[in-house]
Structure formats: structure tokens, C-alpha cells
């Protein structure tokens, strides 16, 4: 399985304030290999700019709105309704499933994403009903702390700090073309930072091992659960432009806006994007980046693709 990105870059500027300086990429991912050469790039050039502006997609019916009538299995279920957790959607999207370039669909009721699991207590019971065998959480130690994710009796609790740091940024102070310059910035890190590699490493990992759903935290301010649920729809093989557009329903799932701190900026393809152009400039294709920058070996991407595909 190779995916390839496009060089190109868009960004939908918005008139927004915040962010901290860009990240200064003293580190690297761990590299076994150069990239590939030019003739194995197939670019796909202006694809962010027309995503970034195209409505919804018959892939996406039912997350925007339409309806699907299927079976009675997990695959077919509507995705719980969490009143008290923002962005809690199935990374597989609505019934029935996102589907791939090679005609199967991605598995749903397995995994699921959200800012903060601070559920309340109808929700709660909703979440113990799903059975959830894992908590990822991919968030600062402060931010973890200070909303920390409700327990449950089902599943074990990872920590995972993807940016490493102690506190997350502060988005506050800056003009709009700084806040994506910034963001920007993050989702190269992502790409290419030590750190960054190491947690998405580690998550994939146990995402392949795990004995059951579950669930990827991420936050509110930089999107780090954004580019897991990235990540593994390219794993799975659904195509770029579905990826892209559930990277962007994140705006539809949980109240987005501008104000001084910028504490839940909206996202935009252009951060997307930035992490393709990364990917494809230090490691040529998604293989490459999963097995030396990310660590994993063959077995576990295969063992992963299993548990995601049906």
C-alpha cells in the first residue's frame, strides 16, 4: 500500500487571533530511508483548495446530514450521542463506513475519537455500554489534569503526550496569518518530530493490539487526535479526499469560533496539508513514515489494516 501526497498548499484565512511562535524542529523522526525519487510521487495538485471549498461528498452523506438504512450489526449502528463530550465521533464515519480505494469499507464501532472525555452521568452510562477497552490520551499533562477523562470500568487509561511538552501552547496575541503559520508549523512536527513520532508510534501500536473499542483524546487546541484519525484512514485506504473532509467535520462537531485566547481555533485543510507535504518531502510515501519514522514494523501495519478494514 502506497499513498501519495500532493506538494501543493492552500489555507482558508480566516480573520482569527492566537498562537504561540512555530516549533523549532530540533528534532527528527527516526529515518531509515531517503525519499522517494520524483518519478514515484504521484502529485495530486489542488486537491486541499478544492476540498477546502467543496460541499459534502455521498462518502460523507450521513455525517452531513442524510440518512442511510442498513443492517442491525455494529457496522450499521448509529454513533452514540455524547451530549457532554464535544467532537465524539466514530473515525469511521456514519453507517456504513467510510469506504476504501479497494472496495471495503472501515470498520466502525472500534474506534472513536473526542476533545474531552468528561462525560456526564447519561453519558457515561452510554460510553460503559460500548465497552471500551482503552483511553488514549494524547493531551498535555496540564491540560489531562485539569479536565481530567472520566474512568470507566471497561478500559485502561493511556497517557500519550504528542507534543511533549508540559502545557500546551497559547494561542493567544496573534493575528490570523500568524495563528496558521503556527498551526502549520505543529502539523509538520507531527510529521517530523521525535517526540511527535514516538506517541503516534506508540498509539498505532496499541490500537493494533487492543481487545476491543476505543477511544483517542485529543483536546481542543492543536489537533493531535486529528492526525491520528488521519492516519489511520490512510492505513485503512480511504481515499485523500474523505480523509480530508472528516479532518474538516471537527468544525461541525464542537463549537469553533474566535476569541482572545483562541482556545478551540477551527481547523483547515492547510494544516493537512502541511503534514502531507512533510511526509512526502522526509519519507516519500506512508509506508516509508510508518516504518522509520514511526517505528512500526510491517506485521503491525498489517495486523493494523486488518482491525480496520472489513
Known sequence: MILRFSASSSSRKEARKGVPAPLSGDFACRRGAGPASPPRRRLLKGTMSVLALSGCGTTLLSACGGDYTGGDGPQDAPTPV??????????????????????????????????????????????????????????TPVEADALPDTPLSTASYVSLNVLGTHAPPSFAGMSGPELDSAMQAHWREFVMGHTQCMAYGALLEQIAQAGGPVVVVGGKGVDVAGW????????????????????????????????????????????????FDALQKGFGDLNRYLNAGLGLSSTTVDLLRGRLVV
Do not use: C
Not at 462525560?119 to 483511553?135: H, K, Q, R, S, Y
Open 82 to 139: 455524547m451530549n457532554s463530550v464535544a467532537n465524539f465521533r466514530d473515525v469511521g464515519g456514519a453507517a456504513p463506513g467510510y469506504s476504501t480505494s479497494d472496495g471495503a469499507h472501515f470498520r466502525r464501532a472500534i474506534l472513536y475519537r473526542s476533545d474531552v472525555l468528561t462525560a456526564n452521568t447519561a453519558d457515561t452510562a452510554t460510553l460503559e455500554g460500548i465497552g471500551l477497552a482503552g483511553i488514549y490520551d494524547l493531551r
Open 228 to 275: 491520528a484519525g488521519a492516519l489511520l484512514l490512510l492505513i485503512a485506504n480511504v481515499p485523500l479526499e474523505i480523509v480530508v473532509k472528516d479532518f474538516l467535520l471537527t468544525n461541525a462537531w464542537r463549537s469553533t469560533g474566535v476569541d482572545e485566547d483562541n482556545l478551540a481555533p477551527p481547523v483547515q485543510a492547510s494544516y493537512l496539508q502541511s503534514a
